[in-house]
């Protein structure tokens, strides 16, 4: 009898929290990085209790735990790139950062989670005045939206040349590269610009108006990690991460009353109407007065900082 010979993946980690919903966090980066053909490993360092309408609860694992869990999957499955989501607390950004220097972690993609679409606080003030001192300066890529990019700069952020100043004092703090994305900004048109630390670069493309945008923000960086891993180079890996996220947002469901989700693999989700047959929409869920629910707010429009 033959033995198969064992297959090693490329593997990536995200180390965030628990979206109870489905449509964020750790759970988006574990598909988005199975629809990019990467092995998803985590690193968990909360739970949260949330649905579609917003973040209720939110535990956190000891910084301790969160060392145990870093050391447990680098130490084995080596992997080759990082995407960190929410983290919670200073004593976990410290925590993370220092995993990162013991195993000299690459392709390090950060997304500075500060609030939930919901408007829940995901990150304390001291939490960001860690992040700024201890993990930008270990990013290769640093992925705000312009609110997060203007905490992070020090900033205000109301035109295009702001966006550009903030980017680069975000490069200053230490990380090699920035992409400030523009869905929370007005307009028809998404611009998000990316900052390589010698040259900038903008991406624009249409906004998709079904509004199905919660955790598109962290489907955004895990897939800029996915393609690292895969060894893409960082243009290459943000102009398909884009692209993805795009096309994830156009195919987008609606899951409970509140705020839509990206679809993250083509033809994975087909909805179902009441009678248990197959459905054509994805529209939002009709109420039982045949009147539309209220569409997630127009801060959820485009990369959601999601936990």
């Known amino acids: ?5 064992p297959v090693r993946p490329i593997t990536a980690v995200s180390i965030a929290a628990s ?5 964020a966090g750790i759970q988006a980066d574990l598909l988005t990085f199975a629809a990019h053909s990467v092995y998803g490993a985590t690193v968990v360092v909360a739970g949260t209790a949330q649905n ?33 989501g929410m983290l919670w607390s200073a004593g976990t950004v410290r925590t993370v950062a220092r ?19 919901s408007g829940a606080i995901l990150l304390s003030s001291t939490g960001l005045r860690a992040l700024r001192r201890d993990l930008l300066p270990l990013a290769d890529l640093v992925t705000p939206n312009r609110d997060e990019a203007a905490a992070l700069s020090g900033f205000g952020i109301r035109t295009e040349r702001d966006v550009r100043r903030a980017a680069r004092r975000i490069g200053e703090l230490g990380a090699r590269a920035v992409l400030v994305t523009g869905g929370d900004a007005p307009g028809d048109r998404v611009r998000d610009l990316l900052w390589n630390g010698r040259a900038f670069r903008t991406f624009e493309h249409r906004r998709i108006a079904l509004g199905a945008t919660h955790g598109s923000g962290c489907s955004l960086s895990a897939a800029v990690a996915a393609n690292l891993a895969r060894g893409d180079d960082l243009e290459t890996s943000v102009s398909r991460a884009i692209r993805y996220v795009t096309r994830s947002i156009a195919r987008g469901v609606f899951p409970g009353s509140g705020a839509g989700v990206p679809v993250r693999f083509p033809g994975s989700l087909t909805p179902r109407n009441r009678t248990g047959s197959r459905a054509t929409s994805t529209r939002p869920p009709q109420s039982r007065t045949g009147r539309r629910r209220a569409r997630p707010r127009d801060r959820d429009r485009g990369s959601s900082p999601s936990p």
């Open 1 to 5: 009898m033959s033995r198969a010979r």
């Open 19 to 23: 979206d109870s919903s489905g449509g």
């Open 52 to 84: 579609t309408h917003g973040v209720f609860s939110i535990e956190s694992f000891s910084p301790r735990f969160v060392s145990r869990q870093i050391d447990a999957v680098f130490s084995d499955l080596a992997p080759a790139a990082v995407k960190i």
């Open 99 to 117: 995993g990162l220097r013991r195993f000299r972690a690459q392709n390090v993609v950060l997304d500075p989670v500060l609030v939930s679409s």
